[in-house]
C-alpha cells in the first residue's frame, strides 16, 4: 500500500493525513483571527455604550431638563443590573451557545439606543441604560469564550489579550468619533450611530462569527498539543 506523501515549511515529510490535519488547522485559525477581530469590536463598542452619556451630558441635561444630580443618578442605574445578568448569563451560557448569547447581547445593545434617537425623555433614558447595563455586564466573560472556542489552550493568551484591548481603544477611537457626530448633527445622534454600528456589527457577526471546535460542550475529548 503506497502512503503519498507532502513535504512542509521545514522540509518534513508528512503523510496525507497529516497534511489534510495541518490544513484544516489553517483554516480554523483563519476564521478565528477573523472571530477575534469582531470581538475586539465588540469590546469598543461596549466602551462607547458607557462612554456617551457623558459625552452627552451637556446637551442632554439642558434639553431634558435635568439636574446633574438627577443625571448623574441616571448614569449610575447602568450597573443596576451588570453583576446580576453577569453571573445568570454565566449559568445560561452552560447551556446555550455562546455564539448566540453574544449575537443576543450585541443586538439589545444596538436595540436600546434608538430610544433616545426618537424623541425619549429622562424616563427612556433611565430605563434604557438600566437594561444596557444589564446587557454589556457579561461582555467581557462572553467574548473571551466565544474566542476561546477557536483557540487551544496553549494558542489563547494573544486572543485573550487582545481582546482585553478592545475596551483600552475606546477612547482612543470611539470617543473622537462621537464628538465629531454630537458636534456635527446634535447629542441625540450619538446614540443612533451607536445603534447602527450595533446592528452591523450584528449582521457581521451573523455572517462570520459563531463558535469554535473547542466548544466547551462538545462531546469530544479535545487535547492540548
Known sequence: ?????????????????????????????????????????FQI?????KAVLGLVSTDAMAELGLTPTQ??????SFFLL?????????????????????LTLGVIWAVMQ????????????????IILGG??????????????TWFKPKERALPSSLIATGSTLGPIIAAPVLTLVITAWGWRWAFGVLGIVGLVWSVSWIL????????ANKKQKVHAD
Open 1 to 41: 500500500m503506497t502512503i503519498k506523501t507532502q513535504i512542509d515549511a521545514e522540509g518534513r515529510e508528512l503523510t496525507s493525513s497529516s497534511a489534510h490535519s495541518k490544513d484544516n488547522d489553517r483554516k480554523r485559525l483563519r476564521r478565528a483571527w477573523v472571530v477575534v477581530f469582531l470581538l475586539v469590536i
Open 45 to 49: 463598542i461596549a466602551f462607547a455604550d
Open 71 to 76: 443625571f448623574g443618578m441616571i448614569g449610575s
Open 82 to 102: 451588570y453583576s446580576i445578568v453577569s453571573i445568570v448569563t454565566g449559568v445560561i451560557a452552560s447551556r446555550v451557545s455562546v455564539h448566540w448569547i453574544v
Open 114 to 129: 434608538f430610544p433616545m434617537l426618537l424623541g425619549g425623555g429622562a424616563a427612556v433614558l433611565l430605563a434604557t441604560r
Open 135 to 148: 446587557a454589556e455586564g457579561p461582555a467581557t466573560a462572553m467574548s473571551l469564550t466565544s474566542a476561546h
Open 208 to 215: 462570520f462569527g459563531g463558535s469554535g471546535p473547542f466548544l
